[in-house]
């Protein structure tokens, strides 16, 4: 897939190590097709979402029933006016788009970091602590593994309703297994290492051994993790959209315009179409940015 | 058989846990009343519905009483059947165990030879294909696949029938629907399995007594990672069982996901809760039955238990 | 190698397909088998319930219209035919007498007589954990005066006891056949007096009926009946075009030109009970307090417009809730609607918001068809003559208990059907003891007219006074009504099938040429 880059999984300081480190980083990038690719979509649509407001031509939320429909610019009975056509309301399928990438990729940045928090805590504990407190936290993974992500979210959203907020809370809620899992098996192959021994015996409290010797031999794993849970996080939105569960308008997601547009598949292929090429090219990116971040930052893991 | 038994004893907190989790979830906030009777009943009548269903008692009382019947295999009878919720979930197990089976069959069909064929061929023109379409399985979501894939071989070429159950022509479109979603994530599983395998120790030595590779790969590598295509499997059960809620939904599929989506829509709290179980219980099962499996098949793996 | 893998994938997918349990034992429902004469009828969500008394979904009683009879039936103008009844009159107020067809057996055999009659109306009218309870209540005794004569007797005066017994619900049960056997039994083998009994049902899949030879009435038409659930509504169309049904429910607008394209399908329509409004908030504290304000959204919103572009046409615009077929409906007020948003402008400044106001309005999605865009171009409308509607909307589950706790702002959107056919049931929300909380509106006159009509006998002066009432609310608004929703079906161009406003399917009135 990508170059396989070697460096060192200890973090060492200095200013200089840091230079050559990241200018190897460059050049593996430059190096490793996909993960070039991966990273330039990923910034573009970073950027699309950021400046969304900017860059869109029209008021994604502007109806006119008269221009419903409206085929891509290139068609018959297109016009360059809505270059990606307009929907079922008569709004411009392009700026909704565009809009869309602020609430897909809030949606999907925030419940990762949500999950990766709730992960990195309860992971942290179970692996440093062990004993009842682990047994107690691994019980309750194994719970959260027992019951399918979209059931669960699907059963949570349902009893407190969808809203932006709600989403992310519950995609968070039910992704953190994963998190948790990885750092505690990181933790405790870190935590019988000899320096860790040796920083405990001189009385280094937990916290200070958390944060010096733990934290840093987990962070790469953790990056790479949370990068492809973004792309995850991007699906299960639009799986939930079609359960009738997701982002609901007026506020706009990929996911729901592709749920919302799958009744116009044969009729009006380009309501649906768009958004579903937006979510695979943008999911497509995060796969190859966070494969190639794996090779780099964390060879153990495959 | 020590682990064995020590994994069994697991599973009791587990179960519990997720009987809290589901009750929790399903009780705190919830009024079916409200969606069991039409827009137009009166206050008074949905009051009365609300007494009769026991619904305005406290909620440790209501969890209280819901884990002495559970316990019993009772979980109440179903708002919208009126009949015991386990046995209309156990009803719809075939049809989605069905699905289940079949769709692992095409995911194993495709993952398979595609993760082991690309590493061997890691870096070439033919792993970048292999690699760029098991992220492209993984970045379509089910239900744009199954309404692509019905316009195209129902609708426009007739091949296969476009919904329902009843014959294996019917089982074929959900099974690849579902089943593809899941191959791309066992390909990339598969592969990185294989090229572990490739990377080893003996592997190595094997290529350097000089051996053809041919007959290194077919002979010692395929053999082992094999084994870990189990584990694989059993992983994706979980996937799997919620892809069914998607695709039994586009293709009318009479199974347990199906249930599930209308269950949680019309709040039937007593099938959502038999149902979830259930999956809890087969996934944990599964995982149990891979772990077993994999022991069985590579004694060099030793557990700490 | 590559032949290798080829025989191990064989050999893995003949083992899974061999241990799998149904692949052999289903092979029965396909539809295209043989030259059995077999009609397909495809809906949008399952039957619920065998239970007649426990559901109030309307495609459920569809099906069980061929499996059940009722007493009498509503002839879709306002009158009633017999159907298990022959003849009814009114012996008081509280009193109706029916007399029942003599020659009617149930799918077992079982005569069908007057303790038939007591059984099922009794145990509806008793049991208030049945969903129709409340539709059948007003019922107190039914008294066996021969076999095949009864007498209904209700607590207060009646007038609507007709619509009541027509309708959901409302078929007559087998006593014997359920005391002997259990209930259990008849939800699993359910036994009616209709033209079709019961064959299969593999729920969220299909309900199949076969023929009832002895029917009382005129013979079965269809050798099979197949009643199909497909809730997708993509995946309904789809399985039309594909021809693997005969009819489909529920053909959302923007697939007719499609199925109009498709020289083997065609489209039917008819309007349907259900009509689309606007509830208001009437009590002072909301900005809706206003008439003016009410007048205005009202005025603003084009519902004609709505009713073209995103109904293609399928809806009628309405300014009542008692649509044409029911009981006490006010004509003058159907097909008709207000559109004016300059005046709309004026009316806010005379209420004293020159700049406009801001209200909250909730609207389910996802329920209704298009409903969610009926509310966004609703919104959008609004917004032209000063009024921010801050749109929220709810999925059904939701919006069910926010509408059941009463918890919406200045204004929310529903739809109302009327399976009763009178216009008792169309305005029961109006009254001052069911709208606290929903739309607040006090009016004397309006809660007497409602009061009186609801008891009294005397049909004319009944529908004057629904009538009078359906004009005041028309001009007050604490109800606006958009449009009566048409039911559109797609068929195979060779199936005759003539849509009902209540949208049951007869079977036997459904031919093949």
Request: hydrophobic share 45%; aromatic share 10%.
């Amino acid at each position: 897939m990508s170059m396989q880059t070697q460096v060192e999984p200890n973090v060492v300081e200095g200013t200089k190590k840091d230079k050559s480190r990241f200018l190897k980083i460059i050049q593996s990038l430059l190096k490793s097709k996909t993960g070039f690719i991966g990273f330039f979509i990923v910034l573009t649509v970073v950027f699309v979402g950021v400046f969304a407001n900017y860059l869109a031509p029209h008021d994604y939320a502007q109806t006119n029933v008269d221009n419903r429909l409206m085929p891509p610019f290139w068609m018959e009975g297109g016009s360059p006016e809505h270059i990606l056509g307009t929907d079922n309301l008569g709004r411009d399928v392009l700026s909704r788009i565009i809009i869309g990438s602020r609430v897909s990729l809030l949606v999907g940045v925030s419940s990762v970091i949500v999950a990766g928090f709730i992960g990195l805590v309860l992971g942290l504990i179970s692996g440093y602590y062990g004993k009842w407190i682990d047994q107690v936290i691994m019980r309750l993974v194994d719970s959260f593994l027992a019951i399918p992500n979209i059931l669960f979210m699907l059963i949570f959203l349902a009893v407190i309703g969808p809203s932006l907020a709600s989403i992310i809370i519950v995609l968070g809620f039910t992704t953190w297994v994963v998190y948790a899992r990885m750092v505690r098996s990181e933790t405790l192959s870190v935590k019988e290492r000899d320096y860790v021994k040796s920083a405990r015996a001189v009385g280094a409290s937990d916290f200070i051994i958390i944060r010096r010797y733990i934290l840093p031999n987990i962070i790469s794993s953790f990056i790479v993790i949370a990068t492809l849970n973004v792309a995850t996080t991007i699906i299960l939105e639009s799986s939930l959209s079609f359960l009738g569960l997701g982002i609901q308008p007026p506020e706009v997601s990929w996911g729901l315009m592709l749920s919302d547009g799958r009744d116009y598949l044969a009729t009006s292929w380009w309501v649906a179409t768009f958004p579903g090429l937006a979510i695979t090219i943008t999911v497509l990116g995060i796969i190859f940015l966070g494969d190639w971040l794996r090779d780099v930052l964390d060879p153990k893991i495959k | 058989m020590r682990y064995f038994i020590s994994n069994v004893i697991k599973i009791i907190p587990v179960l519990f846990l997720i009987s809290l989790i589901v009750f929790i979830l399903v009780r705190v906030t919830g009024d079916p009343v409200a969606l069991m009777l039409p827009e137009t009943a009166t206050d008074q009548e949905r009051e009365e519905l609300r007494e009769a269903l026991g619904l305005n008692d406290p909620l440790y009382i209501q969890y209280f009483n819901y884990m002495k019947d559970v316990l019993r295999g009772d979980f109440g009878d179903s708002l919208r059947y009126n009949q015991p919720a386990l046995g209309i979930v156990l009803e719809r197990l075939p049809a989605s165990f069905t699905l289940a089976l079949s769709s692992m069959a095409v995911a194993v069909l495709l993952s398979v030879p595609a993760g082991i064929y690309s590493a061997i061929k890691r870096n070439t023109f033919s792993d970048l294909i292999i690699t760029g379409a098991s992220v492209l399985g993984k970045a379509m979501p089910n239900f744009w696949v199954g309404i692509m894939l019905i316009l195209l071989f129902s609708v426009n070429l007739g091949i296969f029938p476009v919904s329902g159950s009843g014959t294996l022509a019917h089982l074929v479109l959900p099974s690849i629907t579902l089943g593809t979603g899941i191959a791309a994530e066992m390909t990339r599983l598969i592969r990185s399995s294989m090229l572990e395998v490739l990377n080893s120790e003996y592997i190595r030595t094997a290529r350097s007594k000089g051996l053809h590779e041919a007959f290194v790969i077919n002979k010692h590598a395929l053999r082992n990672a094999l084994i870990p295509v189990v584990t694989i499997m059993a992983l994706q059960t979980s996937t799997l069982i919620g892809g069914t809620l998607i695709t039994e939904t586009v293709f009318s599929w009479p199974g347990m996901g199906q249930l599930l989506v209308q269950a949680v829509n019309l709040r039937d709290m007593a099938v959502v809760q038999a149902a979830t179980f259930i999956i809890a219980i087969l996934v944990i099962l599964s995982n149990l039955t891979a772990d077993l499996v994999y022991r069985y098949l590579d004694p060099r793996i030793k557990y700490e238990d | 190698m590559k032949f290798r893998w080829l025989v191990f994938a064989a050999i893995f997918f003949f083992f899974l397909t061999a241990c799998n349990p149904d692949s052999s034992g289903e092979v029965s429902g396909n539809g295209s088998e043989s030259g059995e004469n077999e009609l397909i009828i495809a809906a949008g969500s399952d039957m619920v319930t065998f239970d007649i008394h426990d559901h109030n979904n309307t495609s459920t009683e569809a099906i069980h219209v061929n499996m059940f009879n009722y007493l009498v039936k509503n002839d879709g103008e306002g009158g009633f035919v017999g159907d298990l009844a022959t003849e009814w009159e009114i012996i008081d107020d509280q009193t109706w007498r029916f007399k029942l067809r003599e020659d009617v057996k149930f799918h077992n055999g079982d005569p069908f007589t007057a303790e038939d009659v007591k059984f099922t109306l009794e145990r509806v009218a008793k049991d208030n954990t049945l969903l129709e309870h409340g539709n059948y209540n007003q019922i107190a005794e039914v008294n066996v005066i021969s076999d095949y004569e009864v007498e209904i007797v209700t607590h207060n005066p009646e007038p609507a006891l007709l619509n009541r017994l027509s309708r959901l619900g409302s078929g007559m049960l087998p006593k014997n056949y359920i005391e002997e056997n259990g209930w259990e039994h008849f939800l699993e083998q359910p036994v009616g007096t209709g033209p079709y009994k019961f064959s299969e049902w593999i729920k969220d899949d299909r309900v199949v009926l076969v023929p009832n030879e002895n029917y009382f009435g005129e013979k079965p038409k269809w050798d099979r009946v197949v009643f199909r659930a497909i809730p997708e509504d993509s995946t309904r169309v789809s399985e039309l075009l594909a021809g693997g049904v005969d009819i489909a429910t529920n053909i959302p607008p923007d697939d007719w030109e499609r199925i109009e394209n498709d020289e083997n399908l065609k489209l039917a329509k008819s309007p349907s009970q259900r009509v689309m409004l606007l509830v208001l908030r009437t009590a002072d504290e909301y900005v809706t307090s206003d008439p003016r304000v009410r007048e205005a959204i009202d005025l603003a919103i084009d519902k004609e417009a709505i009713v073209e572009s995103l109904y293609n046409g399928a809806a009628t615009p309405t300014r009542t809730r008692v649509t044409p077929g029911n009981v006490g409906a006010n004509e003058k007020l159907y097909g008709t609607s207000l559109y004016d948003p300059d005046r709309a402008r004026e009316l806010l400044a005379e209420a004293g918001y020159p700049d406009g106001i801001e209200i909250q309005f909730d609207a389910p999605s996802g329920r209704y068809l298009k409903d969610k865009e009926t509310a966004e171009l609703i919104q959008s409308m609004l917004a032209e003559v000063g009024i921010k509607a801050n749109l929220t909307f709810h999925e059904w589950s939701t919006f069910s208990e926010k509408y059941a706790e009463k918890s919406f702002g200045e204004m929310f959107m529903i739809a109302y059907g009327n399976s009763m056919f009178d216009a008792a049931l169309a305005l029961v929300r109006l009254k001052q003891a069911e709208n606290v909380g929903e739309t607040d509106y006090i009016n004397d006159e309006v809660e007497e007219l409602l009061q009186v009509a609801e008891s009294n006998m005397n049909t004319e002066e009944r529908i004057a006074q629904y009538q009078r009432v359906q004009e005041i609310i028309a001009e007050e608004r604490p109800q606006i009504y958009l449009f009566q929703m048409d039911s559109v079906y797609g068929l195979k161009a060779n199936i005759n099938f003539e849509p009902r406003l209540d949208e049951m399917f007869y079977v036997d009135d459904i031919t093949k040429n």
